[in-house]
T-cell receptor
């Protein structure tokens, strides 16, 4: 059974600071996704990581993937209040069903 | 449409009643997924439709839950004899094809009293 663990689950940080969210998964996967969810809103796709060593950046967010360690990171640089949201990583099973298995999410609060 | 549309956005029902939740995927998307998001369990896969293939129902929690997809487009998730533990946000997603990015709707918040 594929399991996905995120940490931390809650993160409160000051504007301007850097931090990293971690996503570990238990079995080989085809790809890893990062999603953002604002309160009461839909999940918004941020990144899709397809191969070992993949790195993608968008604004103050950078995601990376290490398939050997079964680890993805979401790095936040110089946080701003607008980044406050819940961030989910999700993984699909290599060669298996198309369903995504989600981590429990990291609720990020960026304080002025 | 511009995105995945779900209705109703909120549904309050009494224990034991049946409910139907609707999902209208992005036009042209062949794959459609239902997930459930609850405080205790996070986001859980329920069921997946791809074209004319048999759906993957492996995530449905009990036989009270069923879903269909008509004409390869709109999908309805039906929960019979609702229980309080069914209270959650039910999310629908669609993708252009297998292994592609899943785009999510805003969800239906179900409250079973």
């Amino acid at each position: 059974e594929l399991k996905v663990e995120q940490n931390p689950l809650f993160l409160s940080m000051q504007e301007g600071k850097n931090y990293t969210i971690y996503c570990n998964y238990s079995t080989t996967s085809d790809r890893l996704y990062w999603y953002r969810q604002d309160p009461g809103k839909s999940l918004e796709s941020l990144f899709v990581l397809l191969s070992n060593g993949a790195v993608k950046q968008e604004g103050r967010l950078m995601a990376s993937l290490d398939t050997k360690a079964r680890l993805s990171t979401l790095h936040i640089t110089a946080a701003v209040h607008d980044l406050s949201a819940t961030y989910f990583c999700a993984v699909d099973i290599k060669g298996g069903s198309e369903k995504l298995v989600f981590g429990k999410g990291t609720k990020l609060t960026v304080n002025p | 449409g511009a995105g995945v549309s779900q209705s109703p956005s909120n549904k309050v029902t009494e224990k034991g009643k049946d409910v139907e939740l609707r999902c209208d995927p992005i036009s042209g998307h062949t794959a459609l997924y239902w997930y459930r998001q609850s405080l205790g369990q996070g986001l859980e896969f329920l069921i997946y439709f791809q074209g004319n293939s048999a759906p993957d129902k492996s995530g449905l929690p009990s036989d009270r839950f069923s879903a269909e997809r008509t004409g390869g487009s709109v999908s309805t998730l039906t929960i019979q004899r609702t229980q309080q533990e069914d209270s959650a946000v039910y999310l629908c997603a669609s993708s252009a094809s297998v292994k592609n990015i899943q785009y999510f709707g805003a969800g239906t918040r179900l409250s079973v009293l």
